[in-house]
């Protein structure tokens, strides 16, 4: 038992001074700063604010149709019979449950657009830092655009990839 706790205890003195061996280059980057240069991205915005904008139009016109509709129910509603009562007040109910899988819906549209549309660019983004991080021999990039970088001793390779990129 004695000697397989000495065994273990030289091989993780061993591996430690293995990795302490190691040269760990740390690199950091701003991918926020990165990404409103990238080429694409403010087209790839326009046509998002342009679907959007779409839909924002589509959803007025439905809930302005049931703001006149609930307007023209109230305005009758002490007139009519109990039977078309009940099916204004249906009609009211489904154009409200359609205005709300209207919006559901165009809210999962507007995700799938800007996953297809700006996929293409932050992959590109991805692949140029992996190759500068490659050629300049970083061990580790840190993304300071989260906030998760507590210190920033590293290298700021944002102008390494912006050249690889060919971006001013």
């Not at 087209?43 to 959007?52: G, I, K, P, T, V």
């Not at 995700?111 to 692949?127: H, V």
């Not at 190759?131 to 300049?136: F, G, L, Q, T």
């Amino acid at each position: 038992m004695k000697k397989t706790c000495i065994v273990i205890a030289m091989a993780l003195l061993t591996l430690g001074t293995a990795f302490a061996q190691k040269n760990v280059k740390l690199g950091h980057i701003d991918s926020n700063e990165l990404l409103k240069i990238m080429p694409g991205r403010d087209s790839a915005q326009a046509q998002l604010q342009r679907e959007m904008t779409e839909l924002e139009d589509q959803l007025k016109e439905m809930q302005m149709e049931l703001q006149n509709l609930y307007n023209d129910y109230m305005a009758k509603e002490s007139q009519m019979s109990d039977l078309i009562k009940k099916t204004k007040q249906s009609e009211l109910q489904d154009k409200g449950a359609r205005i709300e899988e209207f919006q559901k819906n165009a809210q999962l549209r507007l995700q799938e657009s800007e996953k297809a549309l700006l996929t293409p660019i932050i992959d590109r983004a991805k692949e140029a830092i992996r190759d500068v991080a490659k050629e300049n021999g970083y061990t580790y990039i840190f993304d300071s655009a989260v906030g998760v970088t507590l210190y920033e001793g590293g290298d700021d390779i944002l102008p390494l990839v912006k050249k690889k990129l060919g971006l001013n």
